[in-house]
T-cell receptor, first 115, second 111 residues
Framework: NAGVTQTPKFRILKIGQSMTLQCAQDMNHNYMYWYRQDPGMGLKLIYYSVGAGITDKGEVPNGYNVSRSTTEDFPLRLELAAPSQTSVYFC??????????????FGPGTRLTVT | GQNIDQPTEMTATEGAIVQINCTYQTSGFNGLFWYQQHAGEAPTFLSYNVLDGLEEKGRFSSFLSRSKGYSYLLLKELQMKDSASYLCAPAFTGGGNKLTFGTGTQLKVEL
């Protein structure tokens, strides 16, 4: 299993540009999550999904959009990038609580700089 | 959000034992995870507690008191590679198994 994969690893955007951060998992997890982590801070939940076709906002959703057309993929879209979106973005996935162990597995992260 | 409190930094000596404490609001509590995060890397799962008591897993143990809103992570026989940030992450009811992460405790292991 590759686990959770994310692309790209690094990206520099100009203010106002858009991009999509890709995330895929091959563990057949129902649940997927997007977090951002600013230096010295904890992870903040941006969006999450409990299954294909179902997404919901987390703590800091403004400026982002997501879709979940398949169980495996959960892309994060940044529209009109702003310097405040400079951060490290982590995607994670897990089983649902009723399936047993539901720890979240994290991808390697995407380091995004907006200038 | 849920207030999660853990020390910002700790320093310990190789071979020693260190305890990292975490407190959280108890309303809607549904279990607590500990993650380890090395600099520049993704968090990795260490432990999960849902019932009161101590869970032991090799050199690492985690304790939970639900009524007190308190958990700790105990690291024994510290090694240099244990230098990392340790994230306390309680889960709360509300769907999606969402976790709320603390800012992490940066542990430095010295010779």
């Amino acid at each position: 299993n590759a686990g959770v994969t994310q692309t790209p690893k690094f990206r520099i955007l100009k203010i106002g540009q858009s991009m999509t951060l890709q995330c895929a998992q091959d563990m057949n997890h129902n649940y997927m999550y997007w977090y951002r982590q600013d230096p010295g801070m904890g992870l903040k939940l941006i969006y999450y999904s409990v299954g294909a076709g179902i997404t919901d906002k987390g703590e800091v959703p403004n400026g982002y959009n997501v879709s979940r057309s398949t169980t495996e993929d959960f892309p994060l879209r940044l529209e009109l990038a702003a310097p405040s979106q400079t951060s490290v973005y982590f995607c994670a996935s897990s089983y649902s609580h009723v399936q047993g162990d539901y720890e979240q597995y994290f991808g390697p992260g995407t380091r995004l700089t907006v200038t | 959000g849920q207030n999660i409190d853990q020390p910002t930094e700790m320093t310990a000596t190789e071979g020693a034992i260190v305890q990292i404490n975490c407190t959280y609001q108890t309303s809607g509590f549904n279990g607590l995870f500990w993650y380890q995060q090395h600099a520049g890397e993704a968090p990795t799962f260490l432990s999960y507690n849902v019932l009161d008591g101590l869970e032991e897993k090799g050199r690492f143990s985690s304790f939970l008191s639900r009524s007190k809103g308190y958990s700790y992570l105990l690291l024994k026989e510290l090694q240099m590679k244990d230098s990392a940030s340790y994230l306390c992450a309680p889960a709360f009811t509300g769907g999606g198994n969402k976790l709320t992460f603390g800012t992490g405790t940066q542990l430095k292991v010295e010779l």
